[in-house]
């Protein structure tokens, strides 16, 4: 961890400029009825958990390029994850996987948790791969598998995670299914579907009253003929069948091509079933790069979405858990996550920038090109200002990235944990 003094350094010699920046900004904004020390209340509010895997670099099934310095246990990835939010001020929670992340010392976790002003958001189960001295394959499925013990023994390690988060004060458990079939006939669609259901209620019978289940889908990989949660609409049906403690979680990379995500994130809101985000670049399945690094304006029209979704009085109001789900091999993790963070808040602070009222009267009026524009001003607006100012009143450092480099922080990493250094997981 950076002590006060060596944040305060490091701001200091970027302060002028970001006051000059900011001022004139503030003043802009103000000419069209933006309050921008409001809208940057909101910003330093707004928290988006960190995943455990993404601390250290992803593997791809070619190879792993270890950054050297990457955590070798829980405690060492929430430290990790206290150096980025002393940073931000923007990252105050983690999402862990099970069993990549079994919790030894729930107390002593507890207190490096409060000591870092950290706290577990979700819990993740791993049913898509088989663990040393598993009794059952999950070959060919878990919740949804034929055999009735492989399912029994996956909803077990699904109440398993739910009690460690239980443990460590998380109020989320995150299902995602690799199940599904790799040829026409191997699997039957429907029974598929009946068997996860009913897989999926038990582990919902297992759920504190006070928690949130999050379905996640995916359209492809690991199986490629069928997955038998594929899409929005079969989540949506399951939540509907668990209860109201069961809600859909968005994850952008889990989309095909061209897909309209910020239309689905819209209609979830509206069936009250948006229960969490999976950020990340939304390119390609799993793994995936940077939040907002190739598709910046689909970002800020998913958070125009949001945004207009919570200012909709006719609408229930939502509590969304926004996580980081990405994790890749070029980049030092911690930079990425730094990126993948700068890049969300900044989508955010555009989507609080549209003229919603002019908006509305565009769309009334069918004025196509009014509306497009309206949208285009949002996000063509330069907010960096905003979000460094969120970030010095979080106490961090007004350009993350820049301060994490200044400060050697990956250096000293590597000197306590070596250059070979193995995350668990990934
Ligand atoms: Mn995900």
């Known amino acids: 961890m950076l002590t006060e003094d060596q944040l305060h350094d490091l701001n200091q010699p ?50 792993r ?7 070798r246990s829980l405690e060492e990835k929430i430290s990790d994850v206290g150096q980025l939010n002393q940073l931000n001020g923007s990252s105050n929670s983690i999402s862990l996987h099970i069993p990549w992340d079994i919790p030894q010392d729930s107390n002593g976790l507890h ?10 958001d979700s819990m993740n189960s791993n049913t898509f791969q088989d663990q040393k001295e598993q009794a059952h394959t999950y070959k060919f499925g878990s919740l949804s598998a034929t055999d009735r013990a492989v399912r029994e023994q996956a909803i077990q390690h699904n109440i398993e995670c739910i009690n460690y988060g239980t443990q460590l004060g998380a109020k989320v458990h995150t299902v995602w299914l690799a199940d599904g079939s790799n040829f026409p006939g191997q699997s039957h669609l429907r029974r598929a579907y009946l068997r996860t259901q009913e897989s999926l209620a038990a582990i919902y019978e297992a759920l504190p009253s006070d ?92 958070f125009n979405e949001l945004v207009d979704a919570n200012q909709d009085a006719s609408l229930t109001a939502a509590s969304v858990a926004y996580m980081i789900d990405a994790s890749h091999n ?11 963070v700068d890049n969300i808040m900044g989508a955010y602070a555009k989507a609080l920038l549209v003229d919603r009222t002019a908006l509305a009267e565009a769309q009334d009026a069918n004025d196509t090109v009014r509306a497009e524009e309206i949208l285009r001003d949002a996000f063509l607006t330069d907010v960096r200002p905003l979000v460094a100012e969120a970030y010095r009143q979080a106490g961090g450092a007004l350009h993350p990235v820049r301060a994490y480099r200044a400060a050697g922080v990956r250096q000293q990493l590597i000197a306590q944990r070596g250059k070979f250094s193995l995350s668990t997981g990934l």
């Open 14 to 63: 970027l302060l002028a400029e970001h006051h000059l920046q900011f001022d004139y900004l503030a003043d802009l904004l103000a000419r069209r009825g933006v309050d921008a020390h409001q809208l940057i209340l909101q910003l330093v509010e707004f928290q988006v958990a960190i995943p455990s895997w993404a601390l250290g670099t992803g593997g791809t099934r070619f190879g």
């Open 65 to 71: 390029f270890p950054a050297g310095g990457e955590p």
């Open 111 to 120: 207190q490096l948790l409060a000591s870092q002003g950290l706290s577990i």
């Open 211 to 302: 928690w949130t289940m999050l379905i996640e889908y995916k359209p492809y990989e690991p199986n490629f003929y069928s997955m038998v949660i594929p899409d929005w609409g079969t989540s949506y049906t399951l939540c509907q069948s668990l209860g109201k403690q069961a809600q859909v979680l968005v994850d952008l990379g889990h989309h095909l091509p061209n897909t309209n995500i910020e239309q689905i994130v819209g209609r979830l809101r509206q069936l009250g079933r948006l229960g969490g985000f999976h950020f990340n670049g939304s390119g390609y399945g799993d793994d995936d790069l940077t939040t907002g690094s190739a598709k910046p304006f689909q970002l800020f029209l998913i």
């Open 330 to 340: 070029t980049k030092d993790p911690l930079e990425d996550l730094l990126q993948s």
